[in-house]
């Protein structure tokens, strides 16, 4: 079974732009988070989207946002960059159903944002 | 508050030195707690899966077991290949996921 796949890998871009990140979950996955990673932050909960709603929410602001699609794909956009917005961004999948909750990671998007 | 803490942030071990390291959690309603390992630059890898005090998991050298207030992650006889950051991660409320910052394990040959 194919692992959670993110694109792209890298990315540059500079402040003020935006940005849009794919994630494609592992088949059957039903639910999709996505985490911002830096090293003085560790890994901050972003949002999560289940069945193309999105279900929990972190305390981002709301130049972050995203979306799904029926296929259980998943975006996320920032907008309007900032240089704290450069770290790993990190998509999870989860089966979501009772006694599988844990969630599988794909391997990231560097952004740097100069 | 909601929290979770793991200790100690990092952590050297000679290649053969059994160890362990610790998440403590304080939220309520816990539907689950989660090891990843990950190594630089890459998404974290999941480990195990504990939903109950009491439970344990094994896989080659380590082993995970939890408490209600904590849960221990055992290296036994480690190895160089082993060094990485331990992440947990907690399950509370309605599918809410906390991560806490994570050990950094580095083992000498």
């Known amino acids: 079974k194919a692992g959670v796949t993110q694109t792209p890998r890298y990315l540059i871009k500079t402040r003020g732009q935006q940005v849009t990140l794919s994630c494609s979950p592992i088949?059957?996955?039903?639910?999709v988070s996505w985490y911002q990673q830096t090293p003085g932050q560790g890994l901050q909960f972003l949002f999560e989207?289940?069945?193309?709603?999105?279900?929990n929410k972190g305390n981002f602001p709301g130049r972050f946002s995203g979306r799904q699609f029926s296929n259980s794909r998943s975006e996320m956009n920032v907008s309007t960059l900032e240089l704290g917005d450069s770290a790993l961004y990190l998509c999870?999948?989860?089966?979501?159903?009772?006694?599988?909750?844990?969630?599988?990671f794909g391997p990231g998007t560097r952004l740097t944002v100069t | 508050e909601d929290q979770v803490t793991q200790s100690p942030e990092a952590l050297r071990l000679q290649e053969g030195e059994s160890s362990s390291l610790n998440c403590s959690y304080t939220?309520?309603?816990?539907?689950?707690l989660f090891w990843y390992r990950q190594d630089p630059g890459k998404g974290p890898e999941f480990l195990f899966t504990?939903?109950?005090a009491g439970e344990e998991k094994e896989k080659e050298r380590l082993k995970a077991t939890l408490t209600k207030k904590e849960s221990f992650l055992h290296i036994t006889a480690p190895k160089p290949e082993d060094s990485a950051t331990y992440l947990c991660?907690?399950?509370?409320?309605?599918?809410?996921?906390?991560f806490g910052s994570g050990t950094k394990l580095n083992v000498k040959p």
């Open positions: 999870a999948s989860t089966w979501d159903s009772p006694r599988s909750y844990e969630q599988y």
């Open positions: 088949s059957g996955h039903r639910s």
């Open positions: 989207y289940f069945s193309e709603t999105q279900r």
């Open positions: 939220v309520s309603g816990l539907r689950g």
């Open positions: 504990l939903y109950s």
């Open positions: 991660a907690v399950l509370y409320n309605f599918n809410k996921f906390y």
